[in-house]
């Protein structure tokens, strides 16, 4: 298993460019994540999933849409970039979301918005 | 909302020195999670405590969970090189609709000095 990948590795934006940043996970995992880190800060929960079909906004979903059409693939999309949106983006998945679920971290995407 | 307080921020230490990182939640919780963060990493989990007072060891790691289930410890003896990262504990619990929710600290980040 490749568990969850992330596409691309690093990207730089000009100001009001858009992007997709990809998600894919291969544990056939219902619930999956995206994160955003800040230099030497947590994580910060964008948006979530439960499963095809389903998001929730997370702790900062303004400038960030999800979509979720397989339990694969989880892309985020930003639509008009901006400085305060560059960071480091995780994606995670889990098999569930009760007790004992453990979350499964992507290499990152590293965003740098100019 | 659930907060997950996490300190202390930064740590640094000589190799050989012992380190302890400590966690406390604004609510009861009904499990934490530790996860590393190597420098330019992703989080990967480390281990998960449930049960009040529970304590559990990775070799030099001690994991503690309080006994009141709304604070957590994380204690290395001796630091090594290979401990440099950042540690981050999760809170998991139950929201009044019933609803499971992961709350990440903003980790601690540990130097050791050679």
């Known amino acids: 298993n490749a568990g969850v990948t992330q596409t691309p590795k690093f990207r730089i934006l000009k100001i009001g460019q858009s992007m997709t940043l990809q998600c894919t996970q291969d544990m056939n995992h219902n619930y999956m994540y995206w994160y955003r880190q800040d230099p030497g800060m947590g994580l910060k929960l964008i948006y979530y999933s439960v499963g095809a079909g389903i998001t929730d906004k997370g702790e900062v979903p303004n400038g960030y849409n999800v979509s979720r059409s397989t339990t694969e693939d989880f892309p985020l999309r930003l639509e008009l970039a901006a400085p305060s949106q560059t960071s480091v983006y995780f994606c995670a998945s889990s098999y569930s979301t009760g007790e004992g679920e453990t979350q499964y971290f992507g290499p990152g995407t590293r965003l740098l918005v100019l | 909302g659930q907060q997950v307080m996490q300190i202390p921020q930064y740590q640094h230490v000589q190799e050989g020195e012992d380190f302890t990182t400590y966690c406390n939640s604004s609510t009861t919780l009904s499990n934490i999670q530790w996860y590393k963060q190597r420098p330019g990493g992703h989080p990967v989990f480390l281990i998960q405590?449930?049960?009040?007072?529970e304590v559990k060891k990775q070799k030099r790691l001690t994991f503690q969970f309080g006994e009141a289930k709304k604070n957590s410890s994380l204690h290395i003896t001796a630091t090594q090189t290979t401990d440099v990262g950042t540690y981050f504990c999760?809170?998991?619990?139950?929201?009044?609709?019933?609803?499971?929710?992961?709350?990440f600290g903003k980790g601690t980040k540990l130097s050791v000095i050679p």
């Open positions: 999760a809170g998991g619990a139950y929201s009044g609709a019933g609803s499971y929710q992961l709350t």
């Open positions: 405590l449930v049960k009040s007072g």
